[in-house]
């Protein structure tokens, strides 16, 4: 069974992460996914956010801990340096808005872009 799903820097771009975001919604079993420094932007980085978000059992995105920021026990989180795109922010911004905890993000470095800084 996959649990790690790692397609860093394989230029799926925006096609592939539609298509995965499709299969992450018949997903039960991945825990961990990874695309980033792929080129995805627009609606397909919403569509792919969206879905990374609706799985339950994924617990990193990237280099997102996804585990711990739904479980609110992050205090500090440091992701610079990481290649973070805009599925990445997007998934970020939403789990930060709920966060009781965070009281410090560090984002340097990244490629987030203007999107993705909203």
Not at 5 to 29: C, P, Y
Not at 48 to 65: K, M, W
Not at 79 to 99: D, F, I, Q, Y
Request: net charge negative; charged share 20%; proline share 3%.
């Amino acid at each position: 069974v996959l649990k790690t799903l790692n397609l860093l820097r394989n230029n799926i771009g925006d096609e592939g992460a539609t298509a995965i975001g499709e299969a992450l919604r018949s997903n039960a079993v991945l825990k961990s996914l990874d695309v980033r420094c792929n080129g995805i932007s627009g609606d397909a980085a919403q569509q792919l956010a969206t879905a990374v978000l609706a799985s339950p059992s994924l617990e990193i995105f990237g280099s997102v801990p996804l585990k711990e920021l739904r479980a609110n026990t992050l205090e500090k989180l440091d992701l610079s340096h990481e290649g973070l795109g805009l599925p990445e922010a997007l998934v970020l911004a939403k789990l930060v808005e709920g966060s009781e905890v965070l009281t410090s993000l560090v984002l340097w470095d990244n490629n987030i872009g203007e999107e993705g800084a909203k």
